[in-house]
């Protein structure tokens, strides 16, 4: 079946960088958008970005524009969410989600945790000095 698994997480101080992978298993990922979302102490998970089945397609939150990139490997199966200057206010455990989309492959779905069908464990990023 499907899976995604997270990595790259861990302690950074402000200003540093991480790169978080989603490595899929069990189906091709060049069939799915996939989004990542970060949960912090609060009600939701919010969206940080996504990309569009064949990659042409981003969306980022306001908060993250200029600094987050996100990008996919689909030879690779990977998804990569490559985070600079990094503030004290990303912090929090970061999924990837992802939904089959066999149209509109140059779409995502925005920050809607309901549009995504499956999701990794998570990968914990603190920020702090």
């Known amino acids: 079946h499907f899976q995604l698994v997270e990595s790259g997480g861990g302690l950074v101080q402000p200003g540093g960088s991480l790169r978080l992978s989603c490595v899929a298993s069990g189906l091709p990922l060049d069939h799915f958008a996939v989004g990542w979302f970060r949960e912090a102490p609060g009600p939701e998970r919010e969206g940080v970005s996504c990309?569009?089945?064949?990659?042409?397609?981003?969306i980022y939150a306001d908060s993250v524009k200029g600094r987050f990139t996100i990008s996919r490997d689909n030879a690779k199966e990977t998804v990569y969410l490559q985070m600079n200057s990094l503030k004290p206010e990303d912090a929090g455990i970061y999924f990837c989600?992802?939904?089959?989309?066999?149209?509109?492959?140059?779409?995502?779905?925005?920050?809607?945790?309901?549009?995504?069908?499956?999701w990794g464990r998570g990968t914990q990023v603190t920020v702090s000095a």
């Open positions: 989600a992802a939904v089959i989309r066999p149209r509109d492959r140059d779409t995502c779905p925005w920050g809607r945790t309901y549009a995504y069908d499956y």
């Open positions: 990309i569009s089945t064949d990659g042409t397609g981003t």
